[in-house]
């Protein structure tokens, strides 16, 4: 008896903590890119997960991401960069232009300016497309 009032008791003091709910969409690319594991994304790190997924997306490996690439990507439950088109012209996506998207990105997600991406800049960056002012090709 005595026991399970100690236990009681206990149970109430104890404040419950809820666990942080997972990342969602791009900012879990984003927290991905934290390689050093610090809880910082720095824009180096945000520029070498775009490489990274950029490459993962060109499997021909001819240097553009074409609409078919992009889309057997999205059906593997990936989630490449760049809104509805990713920035996509007639010539399909460039490295360089994926850099520079996620570099947009990045920048106006960055509010202090600072080049890092803190856990608070995180927590208040969109987590989709939609989310964004933006798309990151420029258009609305």
Request: overall charge neutral.
């Amino acid at each position: 008896m005595i026991l399970s009032l100690m236990l009681a008791t206990l149970a109430q003091a104890a404040p419950a903590t809820p666990p942080a709910p997972p990342p969602a969409g791009r900012m879990m690319e984003l927290r991905a890119a934290d390689t050093n594991g610090d809880g910082v994304v720095t824009r180096q790190e945000a520029l070498a997960r775009a490489d990274a997924l950029f490459a993962r997306m060109d499997t021909d490996r001819n240097g553009t991401v074409s609409a078919d690439e992009r889309k057997a990507v999205m059906a593997d439950g990936g989630s490449p960069q760049g809104g509805r088109r990713g920035g996509m012209d007639d010539g399909g996506l460039t490295a360089a232009r994926m850099r520079e998207m996620a570099g947009r990105r990045f920048d106006r997600i960055d509010a202090n300016g600072d080049g890092r991406l803190d856990a608070a800049e995180l927590a208040a960056a969109p987590t989709s497309p939609r989310g964004d002012r933006r798309r990151d090709d420029g258009n609305r």
